[in-house]
């Protein structure tokens, strides 16, 4: 049979079969690049915000900005290899009723996780333990609705107000806890409050060396949080 022209060209320049390999391979790497850019996937590393709502205890009164909670717990945390940061929402003399009106403005950067710390001025000021409960139950139930996961952070009755407020106002936290099914750190203070050395000369506030005992204390519980949600 008599070869045409094209016949000869197809012969020696396999057109169509390089076309359909290279067809194929284009479909391999799209599929692959659809893996990694895929619109919603999440990327290899993201960073997780975490927001400290707090009083004087989270902003660091009396402290240099790096002595502060937040931002030692920031560093234990990322030396421990874990990718976060930590938003210091402390406002120094916050009461839980505080903290629930300016929840918004805390939040304005959407976090993965916060820590409530709150209710030391509550029990400063001898307010009603149904309120700050009230408070904190609004404030959990709030960011729960934004599934946003929730760490407690528990806080004692000063001793001078009596038995029957201590009792009440201390069994306010592990309730909470179990009402909404959160992580909760008991005490804020563990290992810290009362102790001369830890705090400041008013012997409220934790000192540099304090903020260390609290952060050594609290970093498995938020460890843990992270690593739940």
């Known amino acids: 049979m008599k070869q045409t022209s094209k016949t000869r060209s197809a012969d020696f320049f396999p ?3 390089l076309h359909q390999a290279f067809k194929q391979a284009w479909r391999i790497a799209v599929l692959a690049l659809g893996v990694i850019l895929l619109p919603g996937a999440a990327p290899a590393s993201e960073t997780q915000l975490i927001v400290m709502l707090g009083d004087s205890l989270t902003a660091g009164y009396g402290l240099a900005q790096q002595n502060s909670l937040p931002a030692k ?3 234990r945390l990322q030396a421990d290899g874990l990718d976060v940061r930590i938003v210091n929402a402390g ?3 916050d009461t839980t009723s505080g903290g629930l009106a300016r929840l ?3 939040l304005a950067e959407p976090p993965s996780h916060v820590i409530v710390a709150l209710g030391g001025n509550d029990g400063l000021r001898a307010i009603d333990p149904a309120l700050t ?3 904190l ?3 959990i139930t709030d960011l729960k609705s934004r599934g946003i996961a929730v760490l407690l952070a528990g806080m004692r009755a000063p001793p001078n107000l009596g038995r029957d407020y201590a009792t009440e106002f201390d069994r306010i936290y592990p309730r909470l806890s179990a009402k909404h099914g959160i992580a909760l750190y008991p005490f804020l203070l563990d290992g810290v409050a009362a102790s001369a050395d830890l705090n400041q000369s008013d012997g409220i506030h934790p000192n540099a060396d304090g903020v260390d005992i609290i952060v050594e204390r609290l970093s498995p519980y938020v460890i843990r949080l ?3 949600n």
């Open 133 to 135: 409960a009230d408070n």
């Open 15 to 17: 057109y169509g079969r």
């Open 137 to 139: 139950d609004r404030i």
């Open 226 to 228: 992270l690593q739940k």
């Open 104 to 106: 918004d403005w805390a």
């Open 73 to 75: 717990l920031q560093a």
């Open 91 to 93: 406002v120094s003399g």
